[in-house]
Nanobody
Framework: QVSLVESGGGLVQAGGSLSLSCAAS????????MGWFRQAPGKEREFVVA????????YYADGQDGRFIISLNTPKKTQYLRMNRLNPEDTAVYYC????????????????WGQGTQVTVSA
C-alpha cells in the first residue's frame, strides 16, 4: 500500500521561505510522477508543481514565477518543495500526490495523496 508522509508546513511572514517534503513508500515508483497541489480556504485544489521519478523532469503550473522549486531524492523516494518569497496568497493546505498522470496538472490522475500540510503566510 502506498503511503505519503508530508512535513515542513507552518507559519511564516511574508517574504520568508519554507520547505516541504514528501516521503513515499510502499512500492516502486520508477515510472511515476510526484506532485504538489494546494487548496486555499474557499477555493478549489490547484496544481503547483510535479516531478517525474524516471528523469526528474519538473512541471510547473502556468504562471509560476520561479519562487517555488521542486527537487527529488530518488533513492529516498522523497520530493521537496522549496518556497521562497512567500506571500499571503500562498496560504493553503499543500498536498503531496503520486501517480501516473498523462498531464502533470491533472489531479484526478494521481492515485495516492498525503494528508496535507498547512502553510500560513502572514502579512
Amino acid at each position: 500500500q502506498v503511503s505519503l508522509v508530508e512535513s515542513g508546513g507552518g507559519l511564516v511572514q511574508a517574504g520568508g521561505s519554507l520547505s516541504l517534503s514528501c516521503a513515499a513508500s510502499g512500492r516502486t515508483f520508477s515510472n511515476y510522477t510526484m506532485g504538489w497541489f494546494r487548496q486555499a480556504p474557499g477555493k478549489e485544489r490547484e496544481f503547483v508543481v510535479a516531478i517525474s521519478f524516471s528523469d526528474a523532469v519538473s512541471y510547473y503550473a502556468d504562471g509560476q514565477d520561479g519562487r517555488f522549486i521542486i527537487s527529488l531524492n530518488t533513492p529516498k523516494k522523497t520530493q521537496y518543495l522549496r518556497m521562497n518569497r512567500l506571500n499571503p496568497e500562498d496560504t493553503a493546505v499543500y498536498y503531496c500526490a503520486i501517480g501516473d498522470p498523462a498531464y502533470a496538472n491533472d489531479a484526478k490522475a494521481y492515485a495516492n495523496w498525503g494528508q496535507g500540510t498547512q502553510v500560513t503566510v502572514s502579512a
